[in-house]
């Protein structure tokens, strides 16, 4: 398998990074291998069809968020998005029928939490404190204002 280095990365990218592919039945992504830095790629031997990603790990937390309305009904199937400071792109969850998702974060980097609606329309905002590796960082009962626009059981 070859994975192109992005240029902004390539002068700083390590000889050699872990491999990881992804678990369709358990939906986690398992280190197998590396790969070695071949000029601007990356270049490793794989063992199976699959997602595959080059990748270091980094420390991690857990979020556990729970999304309800004024009401104090859960909001399922709700967006729950963070965006690490300088980031371009959020990162999202679902809700489910408790209004609970939770996710591996970063630690100690800011982050930004957003709730949306189904028309993709920003309804709650919160910034997050930084977070130590290992801990379980809990955001309950998060109450937004209904618009009208998302869905409840």
Known sequence: ????????????????IPLWSFNEFTGIWQE???????????????????WWNCDLQSPQAILKVNVKNAAGIP???TVVALRRSGQ??????ITDNSGDVS???PVNKTLLLKVYDVCNTVIYTANLALVAAGSTFVLQDITVTSTGKFREI
């Open 1 to 16: 398998m070859t994975v192109a280095i992005d240029a902004a990365q390539t002068a700083t990218a390590p000889a050699a």
């Open 32 to 50: 197998e291998g590396s790969a070695a830095k071949v000029g601007n790629t990356y270049v490793g031997n794989v063992s199976h069809f699959s």
């Open 75 to 77: 909001m399922v199937n």
């Open 88 to 93: 371009t792109y959020d990162t999202s969850g």
């Open 103 to 105: 996710g591996y974060i």
